[in-house]
C-alpha cells in the first residue's frame, strides 16, 4: 500500500459545480497536510495547508482533514474553467510526500 | 523576481552523457528540495538541504545523481550517464523552514534520447 492514495481522474464537471476531491493516507505521524494545483507544464502552486484534524476554508476552497479516518478532501466551490488543472495531496513528515494527482476539467 | 527559478526549461541529451540543472531558491529560504516527476504521476522527493548540509537522499537517487549546495544558496543537480528512464520533469522547491509550504519552481524537463 502507497503512503499517500489519490484517484488520477480524469474528472469532469459543468462549470459552476462543486468538486469534491479526496486522499487516503497510511501514516497516522502525518500532522501537516496540503493540496497543491499543477498546471500542464509547470511546478506545483500551494493552495492550502493544514494543520491536524478539521477545516480551513480560503475564498472558493475548502480544505478537511479527519485524521481518525486517515482521510483528506479539497472541495472548490462555484467551479470555474480556470479551475482545470491537476490537483495534487500531500502530507508531511521531514519532506512532503505527494498523491498521485487528480486531473480535473471544469467544462463551460 | 522573488520565486523559485530552474535552469535550464528543457534539456534533450543523449544516453550516455551527463547533465547538470541548476535552482535558485527564494533567497530567504534555508531548506530546499529536489523532486522528480513522470507523467500521470505525482512528485516524488529525491533529496533536501538545509543550508549547505544535505540532510537526506532517497533511495531513488542511484549512484549516478549527485546535488551540491555551496554556501547554502543556489544548488545544482547532475546526472552522469544518463539513461532513458532519467526522462523526467526535476522539480526544485524551497521553504523558509518548518511548518510552511514549499515553494515550487517550474521544473527542468529532461529528455534522454
Known amino acids: 500500500q502507497k503512503e499517500v492514495e489519490q484517484d488520477p481522474g480524469p474528472l469532469s464537471v459543468p462549470e459552476g459545480a462543486i468538486v469534491s476531491l479526496n486522499c487516503t493516507y497510511s501514516?497516522?505521524?502525518?500532522?501537516?497536510f496540503m493540496w497543491y494545483r499543477q498546471y500542464s507544464r509547470k511546478g506545483p502552486e500551494l493552495l492550502m495547508y493544514?494543520?491536524?484534524?478539521g477545516n480551513k476554508e480560503d475564498g472558493r476552497f475548502t480544505a478537511q482533514v479527519d485524521k481518525s479516518s486517515k482521510y483528506i478532501s479539497l472541495f472548490i466551490r462555484d467551479s470555474q474553467p480556470s479551475d482545470s488543472a491537476t490537483y495534487l495531496c500531500?502530507?508531511?513528515?521531514?519532506?512532503?510526500?505527494f498523491g498521485k494527482g487528480t486531473r480535473l476539467h471544469i467544462l463551460p | 523576481d522573488t520565486g523559485v527559478s530552474q535552469n535550464p526549461r528543457h534539456k534533450i541529451t543523449k544516453r550516455g552523457q551527463n547533465v547538470t540543472f541548476r535552482c535558485d531558491p527564494i533567497?530567504?529560504?534555508?531548506?530546499l528540495y529536489w523532486y522528480r516527476q513522470t507523467l500521470g504521476q505525482g512528485p516524488e522527493f529525491l533529496t533536501y538541504?538545509?543550508?549547505?548540509?544535505?540532510?537526506?537522499k532517497s533511495r531513488l537517487l542511484s549512484d549516478r545523481f549527485s546535488a551540491e549546495r555551496p554556501k547554502g544558496s543556489f544548488s545544482t543537480l547532475e546526472i552522469q550517464r544518463t539513461e532513458q528512464g532519467d526522462s523526467a520533469m526535476y522539480l526544485c522547491?524551497?521553504?523558509?523552514?518548518?511548518?510552511?509550504?514549499?515553494?515550487f519552481g517550474s521544473g527542468t524537463r529532461l529528455t534522454v534520447v
Open positions: 522547491a524551497s521553504r523558509a523552514g518548518d511548518h510552511y509550504g514549499y515553494t
Open positions: 501514516n497516522s505521524a502525518f500532522q501537516y
Open positions: 493544514t494543520y491536524s484534524s
Open positions: 500531500a502530507m508531511e513528515d521531514d519532506k512532503i510526500i
Open positions: 533567497s530567504e529560504h534555508n531548506r
Open positions: 538541504f538545509q543550508n549547505e548540509a544535505q540532510l537526506e
